[in-house]
Structure formats: structure tokens, C-alpha cells
């Protein structure tokens, strides 16, 4: 084991330890499936609002109940730019913009060196407005998972109907680790955006937490029904039905959270990118992940990288 690997095992290990029972699906397991949630999803973002500075929350409606999510437009070049909607990590604070921010889009976008050339939008998932602690708590419940996931992928389709409207160029949905499979799961369910960004994702999200190093952090019933996590949260199938060439993939060798063997296959003929890094190590790399961001919005695909770079 490397220290990409020991990182990921470590920090996973830790977590298990602050949340003791706060686990991922300790309370229940009753839930829709994630693929079919997603797809009933509908929330309504007003046109005029996407290129006005300000935080806005949207009510989304899904199977599951409604949630309650939010988006930033955080800088709007013009109608003749494409259009990045960015969806963060899982248990990220993604709109603390300020100095003392940990976020991924504060990394990728705010302190960079130059802008990216794009309208760029954050969007924030249902339970990642307040404390880590109250989000464990939530995730207790796997119906709260989906509706969480879910919301979050109906947000990013009423953002990219509306883009569309505002702009006369592409749309493109970007996100890393939670925000890889919101990427994924909204090009399973709808296909409506020119270009795909997964990072450190995949399309076996149930598998994540019935092998990976997560499984730690996974509550004991749901460790004994390993199948019913397969069943409500892998949509491998309907991922690999998209008849079209607009997804870029970036994954991790050594990534022992969203495990290469495990999610490279669902991608298919697809042409990942392949950092020589672990899951935290790799989320760390900044100015590649931001050269990946801009490698997609340019739909760039070729064959798969192993990219050694530290």
C-alpha cells in the first residue's frame, strides 16, 4: 500500500471514528432507486437570475420528498461563453468563498491565477449548507441519500434549460467525487448537456459502499444487505445506454474510495484520465483537476492517460 492508498485508508478511518454511529444508512434502507428518483426530479430556476451575482435556494421535487438546494453564479462572462455548472464533494461547505475556505470550487475556481473561460456556476447539494455533523446525521437514512442525490441532479437540469436560453454556447456539468456521480447520474437520466467532467466518480455508486475503504463508514445493516445497496444506487446500465460521445472522465490508480477497478469498467470505451494519485491526494492536485475542467469544456476525448504528474 502507497501513501495515496494509506491517505485514503486514514482519512476514512478517522471519519468512521468521529461519526461512531452516525454511519451512512444505520437508521433505514427504504429508498427508491437512485436512476428513477433523479429522472422524476423537477425544480424551477427562474432564466434571469443564472447570470446575476447572489446565493439563490431551490425547492427540487423528487420521489423521495421535496429538498432543499442552492446555486451561486459566480462569474457570468457573457452569452457568447460556455457555461460550467460545478457540483462540490460530499460533507464541502461549497459556497464558503472566503479566505479560510477548504472547498473544491474555491480551489479550482476562486483562487486561481486566471479565470477560466466560462460562465460558471456552483451548485450546492440538499444538507451541505450547515454542519457536518448534522449531515451525518441526515445520511442516516438512505432515502435521504437519493433525495439528496437526486435534488442535486434536477437542480442541474433546470440550470442547463435555462443556460441554454441564456447563452448561445455549451453546457457543461462538471463535479468531483459526490459531485462526479451527480455529473454521471444527470447524463444517465437526461443527456441534455454538451459535456460531462465526472472526477472521481463513476456509475457503481453502491459498490463504493460495499467494498471500498467507505465501507467503514457504512452502518452495520446496510454492511448486511450489500445487494440492496447495488440495487437502489448503481446505474451502471442506464449509464452505458447514452448513445454519445460527451463525457471525460478522471479517476484515481490508487484511489481506495472510488476504486479504479471498480468504476473503470462502466465507462466502457470511454477515455479516462488517470492520475497516479489516491482519492484525497488526487483532489488535492488543483492545477490538473483545473486542466482537466478545461481539457472538457472544449469536449477534448482521446485514449486513456495514465498521467504521472504530482
Not at 446565493?55 to 421535487?61: A, I, L, N
Not at 454519445?244 to 484520465?273: F, K, N, T
Request: contains cysteine; hydrophobic residues 45%; glycine residues 10%.
Amino acid at each position: 500500500m502507497n501513501v495515496h492508498e494509506l491517505v485514503d485508508v486514514g482519512t476514512v478511518g478517522l471519519s468512521a471514528l468521529l461519526v461512531r454511529d452516525a454511519k451512512f444508512f444505520a437508521r433505514s434502507l427504504a429508498a427508491p432507486s437512485l436512476l428513477d428518483a433523479a429522472a422524476g426530479a423537477d425544480a424551477d430556476v427562474a432564466a434571469a437570475a443564472l447570470s446575476k451575482a447572489g446565493r439563490r435556494t431551490v425547492t427540487v421535487d423528487t420521489p423521495c420528498g421535496a429538498f432543499e438546494a442552492a446555486y451561486v453564479p459566480w462569474r457570468w462572462r457573457g452569452p457568447e461563453y460556455p457555461t460550467l455548472l460545478y457540483h462540490h464533494g460530499s460533507g464541502e461547505r461549497p459556497f464558503d468563498f472566503g479566505r479560510f475556505g477548504t472547498n473544491s470550487f474555491r480551489r479550482l475556481f476562486v483562487t486561481a491565477d486566471s479565470e477560466i473561460p466560462a460562465n460558471v456556476v456552483a451548485v450546492r447539494a440538499p444538507f451541505h449548507g450547515g454542519t457536518n455533523a448534522a449531515y451525518a446525521r441526515a445520511m442516516g437514512d438512505l432515502e435521504n441519500f437519493v433525495g439528496m442525490l437526486a435534488a442535486s441532479v434536477g437542480l442541474m437540469e433546470a440550470l442547463t434549460v435555462r443556460a441554454r436560453e441564456r447563452t448561445d454556447a455549451s453546457v457543461h456539468l462538471a463535479g468531483i467525487s459526490l459531485g462526479g456521480w451527480a455529473t454521471n447520474l444527470h447524463r444517465a437520466c437526461f443527456d441534455t448537456a454538451d459535456g460531462y467532467v465526472p472526477m472521481f466518480a463513476g456509475a457503481a455508486l453502491g459498490e463504493m459502499f460495499v467494498s471500498s475503504a467507505y465501507r467503514k463508514l457504512t452502518g452495520a445493516p446496510a454492511r448486511r444487505n450489500p445487494d440492496r445497496l447495488r440495487e437502489v444506487l448503481d446505474f451502471e446500465e442506464a449509464f452505458a445506454a447514452v448513445d454519445a460521445d460527451d463525457c471525460r472522465p478522471l479517476l484515481g490508480r490508487y484511489d481506495r474510495i472510488i476504486e479504479y477497478e471498480a468504476q473503470r469498467p462502466g465507462y466502457g470505451e470511454m477515455a479516462p484520465v488517470v492520475l497516479n494519485r489516491g482519492h484525497v491526494t488526487g483532489s488535492l492536485a488543483t492545477a490538473r483537476l483545473r486542466e482537466h475542467v478545461l481539457d472538457g469544456l472544449s469536449n477534448g476525448r482521446g485514449r486513456e492517460t495514465a498521467d504521472g504528474r504530482m
